[in-house]
């Protein structure tokens, strides 16, 4: 057996949030070692490697905001793609020297906590062994961890290549000539679709849901000096600090009755011009709550979408007279051309609600109306288990020999999407019921971090060595997340947000939809008041 490690803090997971919480514990004299299951840092984009894959926030927004990290980096991309990002992650990695306290190709599969020792014991790779003692464990295992493939009869069955968006190897897949299908028109779906049509011989897409997708307007950054100055970049950092979700940008103080029907057609075209999400974020601030409002959102996008499909057949499977769920109650998937693609004659789409797939055959996909569509290729861009699913990957017992399984199998409770009552010294970031869903990455992650940085620091200093959320505290939080939830439209849609897109899961709100100033605050002022809602000892 291995000689067993005991260190301060274990970090599961090398993307955003591991590595800032690294960066910051790390630099406090804390014992701090990351698990990650690959051979790199990065996190989802060191496992995304489809084609087209890229971010939908903006670079000056996608980066990390401290220790002027950004510094000699000069991005090219106005939204940056993976290999962008993997080479920002290199940059960071030589900057802060972080490799050296990662341990690569290391997934955490158990996690138990020993009351008497007060220390979480952690298995690797599914070993019997004790790997490592840890006082404090942190889940940075983000929020598509676990990748999710319908079920479908027959699959094993198919004579071809299936793959999911998440596990296309780093090699690459030759499309070129081939037919291909491509189940799925979430983000990856959109992303994948748009870029590969050109080259594939066929291309059958089978669409459960229309994504009301946002044009991108990307641009390649021509002057990295103008676009990287430091008082630029300070001024992008401060407000994603006070926008609603955690960008450089935010919904007007007006409401939509506050403006005639002209103006407001001017913002809807004002804002459609800027591309990325101002048309989501940047408009009037009650579009998510108000359904009037929202109708008329979506029907300027409908109106500017449906221009650019040639076939009325596809114009209504792609961009319907009646929206498929509120406007901005699903993320909206940035586009470059995605539908302009449905107008290549190579190019066909199935609307699996009116014609569900019937099984997978050797040769191809069966579904209702088509019969067999014979393909080489079947991409599954079928998402994820989100925001839970990482840190359900893991079998976490407590000393009550408990398990967050358990605990979690009919609603999921934590105190600020933080932490769980009965799981000690446990923390968890970008994940269920903090901002996660409905913000920017980088800026949800660091605020997490920093405070639990900071809390891991005072506990050090008034000795104490055990934290953990009381129930009254999630229960309390667990309403207030519900609260702002049902404020809003994003009930109506069947979506990942609360759980809908995995069969079986409790239906629920996942994500906390009061914005990054209040629940930066809210942190503040649990922090303020001696950590309310946690038990120190």
Not at 232 to 242: A, D, P
Not at 243 to 264: H, Q, T
Not at 376 to 405: C, H, K, P, S, Y
Not at 446 to 468: F, P, Y
Request: proline letters at 4%; charged letters at 25%.
């Amino acid at each position: 057996m291995d000689r067993v490690e005991t260190i301060d803090v274990l970090i599961v997971g090398a993307g955003f949030s591991g590595l800032h919480l690294l960066q910051k514990l790390r630099k406090l004299n804390f014992t701090v070692k990351v698990c990650e299951a690959g051979t790199d840092i990065g996190g989802t984009w060191y496992w995304n490697l489809y084609p087209g894959a890229r971010v939908d926030s903006e670079f000056s927004n996608y980066q990390f905001t401290q220790d002027n990290i950004y510094k000699g980096f000069a991005w090219t991309e106005r939204f940056p793609g993976q290999a962008e990002i993997e080479r920002y992650f290199k940059h960071v990695d030589d900057k802060l020297d972080l490799s050296k306290d990662i341990k690569f190709e290391s997934r955490v599969t158990s996690a138990e906590f020993n009351g008497p020792t007060n220390q979480w014991h952690i298995r690797i790779n599914d070993s019997n062994e004790i790997t490592i003692k840890t006082a404090f464990l942190m889940l940075c295992t983000g929020i598509a961890e676990r990748r999710y493939t319908p079920p479908f009869r027959g699959i094993d069955k198919f004579g071809g290549i299936t793959i999911h968006t998440s596990l296309w190897p780093k090699s690459g897949i030759d499309i070129t000539g081939k037919r291909v299908a491509v189940i799925g028109t979430g983000a990856s779906g959109v992303q994948t679709i748009q870029e590969i049509a050109p080259q594939v011989d066929h291309l059958t897409v089978y669409q459960r849901t229309p994504n009301i997708a946002l044009p991108m307007q990307q641009s390649q950054l021509v002057d990295e000096t103008k676009f990287l100055s430091a008082d630029k970049l300070q001024r992008v950092f401060e407000k994603t600090r006070t926008s609603f979700a955690g960008f450089d940008f935010d919904f007007l103080p007006s409401k939509f009755a506050d403006a005639s029907p002209e103006e407001r057609e001017s913002l809807y075209e004002d804002l459609y011009k800027r591309g990325g999400f101002h048309f989501w974020l940047s408009g009037y601030k009650d579009v998510l709550v108000n359904q009037e409002a929202n109708d008329e959102a979506y029907q300027f996008w409908c109106k500017k979408t449906r221009s650019r499909i040639n076939d009325p057949l596809k114009q209504e499977i792609l961009a319907p007279t009646v929206a498929p769920h509120p406007f901005g109650t699903k993320r909206p998937s940035l586009e470059q051309r995605y539908f302009e693609v449905y107008n290549q004659d190579n190019v066909d789409i199935i609307d699996v609600r009116q014609s569900p797939i019937v099984e997978i055959t050797e040769r191809g996909i069966e579904t209702e109306k088509e019969g067999v569509v014979e393909v080489d290729i079947i991409v599954f861009a079928t998402g994820f288990d989100a925001q839970t699913g990482g840190i359900l990957d893991i079998v976490m017992t407590n000393d009550r020999n408990e398990t967050i399984q358990e605990k979690w199998k009919n609603r999921v409770l934590t105190n600020f999407g933080l932490s769980t009552a009965g799981f000690p010294n446990m923390f968890f970031t970008y994940g269920p019921q903090a901002s996660t869903a409905l913000s920017n990455g980088p800026t949800c992650i660091e605020i997490q971090g920093d405070w639990i940085v900071e809390l891991l620091s005072r506990m050090r200093a008034d000795s104490k060595t055990n934290i953990v959320a009381t129930i009254e505290a999630e229960l309390k939080w667990k309403e207030i997340v519900n609260g702002a939830w049902n404020q809003t439209l994003f009930p109506l849609a069947d979506s990942w947000y609360q759980g809908a897109n995995i069969p079986g899961k409790p239906r629920e709100a996942l994500s906390f939809a009061g914005g990054i100033p209040a629940y930066l605050s809210i942190l503040n002022e649990c922090a303020a008041n001696n950590y309310e809602g946690f038990v120190l000892s």
